[in-house]
Nanobody
Framework: QVQLAESGGGSVQAGGSLRLSCVVS????????MGWYRQSPGKQRELVAD???????????EYVDSVKGRFTISRDNVKKTVYLQMNSLKSEDTAVYYC?????????WGQGTQVTVSS
């Protein structure tokens, strides 16, 4: 059974930085996508960034427009960990951030970690 565990959330002032981590326990297939979504009160869960790897091909990364140039997603396949480095944080980045793993059409979610940015 695959499980995801996030860490690194917290409270920070606008302009600050946080780094989220997500460790996967269980089996990961060669081809998979890992990423981060977020959800704030009254809004739908939205993709923040994801990174796809597999088959020796170059990794494919995508970001939502609102975080481009500020957030960086990366992964360590040996450690089965995905990271989200968040810089120049804004109050609108406040949300619960969820880690996601997609493989063979199956989505697995972490429990979420709160990120609060105060202006």
């Amino acid at each position: 059974q695959v499980q995801l565990a996030e860490s690194g959330g917290g409270s920070v002032q606008a302009g600050g930085s946080l780094r989220l981590s997500c460790v996967v326990s269980g089996s990961i297939l060669t081809f998979n996508t890992m990423g981060w979504y977020r959800q704030s009160p009254g809004k739908q869960r939205e993709l923040v960034a994801d990174i796809t790897t597999g088959g020796g091909r170059e990794e494919y990364v995508e970001y939502v427009d609102s975080v481009k140039g500020r957030f960086t997603i990366s992964r360590d396949n040996v450690k089965k960990t995905v990271y989200l480095q968040m810089n120049s944080l804004k109050s609108e980045d406040t949300a619960v951030y969820y880690c996601m793993l997609r493989q063979s059409g199956i989505l697995t979610w972490g429990q979420g970690t709160q990120v609060t940015v105060s202006s």
